[in-house]
């Protein structure tokens, strides 16, 4: 009990920091105790990636040098595989059943 009430007093915050513009996806910034996150969005996918403090990443400008075009693409190019692993595993494990194009009226 102990150590859940001394948890409980540390107030952990996350805040957004920024956003990072793109055409296709959402991406944003937060930072957290000494962590910054970078979130990329697009449709039902998502991706996070985390950099601790003394790595070199500490503000939103540096997460943008980061995340420059060529790791954009790459995020994009997980998310497509993302997607058609989803989709791959529904045609192999779920069964749906075609509905036909008209009710039936009886």
Not at 5 to 14: D, H, N
Not at 84 to 98: C, D, F, G, L
Request: glycine residues 4%; charged residues 30%; hydrophobic residues 40%.
């Amino acid at each position: 009990m102990r150590f859940f009430s001394s948890f409980v007093a540390q107030k952990i915050t996350m805040r957004i920091i920024g956003n990072i513009e793109h055409p296709i996806l959402k991406i944003s910034v937060f930072k957290m105790d000494n962590k910054i996150s970078v979130k990329f969005e697009s449709g039902l996918y998502e991706q996070i990636y985390k950099f601790r403090s003394g790595e070199g990443v500490d503000t939103l400008e540096d997460v943008e040098k980061i995340v420059d075009p060529t790791f954009q693409a790459q995020v994009l190019e997980h998310l497509n595989l993302m997607h058609q692993m989803r989709n791959q595993a529904i045609s192999r494990n779920i069964v749906v059943e075609e509905e036909d194009e008209f009710e039936r009226i009886i």
